[in-house]
């Protein structure tokens, strides 16, 4: 039973265009939503994150957007650079459950010059 | 400052091996928790702690003991290594703040059981 679901297993996108992440989840429990992102051989690192009562969350070139109704979130990467190539997972934690995260299956992205 | 610490980097066992995948933090923080990473499927939890003397089982806890006795170390202990447990492996932890539920990961351990 995945209640956080990446459906795209990867993505490749032009350098200087915008990368579009997305992710659905089926727990309305949810309340806090991340990103982390994956090189190889390194552990995940923390990219944005966004909470429940919001729907939109931006740091730079990221951008996070949250619509609640659908249980969907997406990751917005705008220009895409070389090295944003990495995994990407999203991830959730359930209310009152911050120590469980709950991971998708993570999308590889691919910037092309 | 060093963060999350995972040792060893790479490790090959027999099957029905014990070992002891060893992860530190020097961040005073209050959660730790292991996962494990098999393609397709994410990352999963295994264990988790949220203080010393303090543990509780994940999603899948199978065949793995943990133990907290104190705040920086959480072992990741296999008793019986099967090929199953065959992954790579991340320790993480995470400070108390109800605000901020930013995980810090190690490097992983990338595990194979023969």
């Known amino acids: 039973d995945q209640q956080v679901k990446q459906n795209s297993p990867s993505l490749s996108v032009q350098e200087g265009r915008i990368s579009i992440l997305n992710c659905d989840y089926t727990n309305s429990m949810f309340d806090y939503f991340l990103w982390y992102k994956k090189y190889p051989a390194e552990g995940p690192t923390f990219l944005i994150s966004?909470?429940?009562?919001?729907d939109k969350n931006e740091d730079g070139r990221f951008t996070v957007f949250l619509n609640k109704s659908a249980k969907h979130l997406s990751l917005h990467i705008v220009p895409s650079q070389p090295g944003d190539s990495a995994v990407y997972f999203c991830a959730a934690t359930p209310e009152g459950g911050a120590q469980k995260l709950v991971f998708g299956q993570g999308t590889r992205l691919t910037i092309n010059p | 400052n060093a963060g999350v610490t995972q040792t060893p980097k790479f490790q090959v066992l027999k099957t029905g091996q014990s070992m002891t995948l060893q992860c530190a933090q020097d961040m005073n923080h209050e959660y730790m928790s292991w996962y494990r990473q098999d393609p397709g499927m994410g990352l999963r939890l295994i264990h988790y702690s949220v203080g010393a003397g303090i543990t509780d089982q994940g999603e899948v806890p199978n065949g793995y003991n943990v133990s907290r006795s104190t705040t920086e170390d959480f072992p990741l202990r296999l008793l019986s290594a099967a090929p199953s447990q065959t992954s790579v492996y991340f320790c993480?932890?995470?400070?108390?703040?109800?605000?901020?539920?930013?995980?810090?990961f190690g490097q992983g351990t990338r595990l194979t059981v023969v």
């Open positions: 993480a932890s995470r400070a108390l703040d109800s605000l901020n539920t930013e995980a810090f």
């Open positions: 966004i909470s429940s009562i919001k």
